[in-house]
């Protein structure tokens, strides 16, 4: 009997096209990822911005050009104060890091949400991260105290006070925190559930819906082969006929 030795298929890099510009992940599971090892929730949000480390860096490398990620939002004051605290103590060594790696990765920071109950320290820190990313080219959208509804009654505060009449769509468009880019194309939660939480209400309107079970910590670039796949074996038709 010969064994001949397979040989190995080369791997085939996905890069993305325009038509997958924007990739925006809701990164649920990490305090189911850290209760199944017995562990403090504060471990799974530990491992969930590593993994958001990795992820951010895996889709630059496919070429996509804007990543948004759902870190906080405005209903996550109501977990206990010790979760809050650990969140925004990963948060600010998130900053740190985006300081280190914003030039080799071209990235733009922005923070997208209310960080009106922000310490002053981090609003700093939030505010130089920005200004000093602003020339780059790929964007990184971190939705930090966010809410869909409280960024449309944001909008449409904006335009009440400056007295706009007849509005359109692209009127609210530009009064979005996300009015410097484009909508998302891919929506991708992680850990099961099948909601949108307040995320890109108005943004998420054609974007296309990846579920998955896998917990945001142990999410991979596999993974995000995997939505990026299933987004390219859909149509999308927004609202026509194709
Ligand atoms: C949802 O999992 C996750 C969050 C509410 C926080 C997301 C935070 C991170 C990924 C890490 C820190 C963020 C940054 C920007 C460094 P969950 O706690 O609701 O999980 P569960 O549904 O299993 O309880």
């Given amino acids: 009997?010969?064994?001949?030795?397979?040989?190995?298929?080369?791997?085939?890099?996905?890069?993305?096209?325009?038509?997958?510009?924007?990739?925006?992940?809701?990164?649920?599971g990490n305090g189911r990822w850290a209760k199944r090892r017995g562990l403090p929730r504060e471990y799974g949000h530990k491992k969930g911005a590593e993994v958001l480390r990795k992820i951010a860096r895996y889709c630059g490398d496919i070429n996509i050009k804007v990543v948004t990620v759902y870190a906080f939002s405005t209903e996550n004051w109501k977990r206990p104060k010790h979760e809050v605290d650990a969140i925004?103590?990963?948060?600010?060594?998130?900053?740190?890091?985006?300081?280190?790696?914003?030039?080799?990765?071209?990235?733009?920071?922005?923070?997208?949400?209310?960080?009106?109950?922000?310490?002053?320290?981090?609003?700093?820190?939030?505010?130089?991260?920005?200004?000093?990313?602003a020339h780059y080219h790929r964007i990184l959208n971190v939705a930090l105290n966010y809410g869909g509804r409280d960024e449309l009654v944001h909008a449409f505060n904006s335009l009440a006070s400056e007295g706009k009449k007849d509005i359109t769509e692209e009127d609210v468009a530009q009064r979005l925190y996300t009015a410097h880019c484009g909508d998302p194309d891919l929506?991708?939660?992680?850990?099961?559930?099948?909601?949108?939480?307040?995320?890109?209400?108005w943004q998420a309107a054609y974007s296309e819906f990846y579920f998955t079970d896998t917990l945001w910590p142990d999410f991979s670039p596999e993974d995000v082969d995997r939505a990026v796949d299933e987004f390219y074996s859909r149509t999308r038709r927004y609202g026509g006929i194709k």
Avoid: W
């Fill in 88 to 133: 925004m103590e990963l948060l600010d060594e998130y900053l740190d890091f985006l300081f280190t790696t914003m030039e080799k990765d071209d990235v733009q920071v922005h923070f997208i949400g209310d960080n009106s109950p922000l310490t002053d320290a981090l609003k700093e820190k939030i505010a130089k991260v920005e200004s000093d990313s």
């Fill in 187 to 201: 929506i991708v939660r992680t850990a099961g559930e099948q909601r949108l939480s307040n995320f890109l209400l």
């Fill in 1 to 28: 009997m010969f064994l001949f030795k397979k040989k190995s298929k080369p791997v085939e890099k996905r890069i993305c096209d325009e038509r997958l510009s924007h990739i925006a992940f809701i990164m649920d």
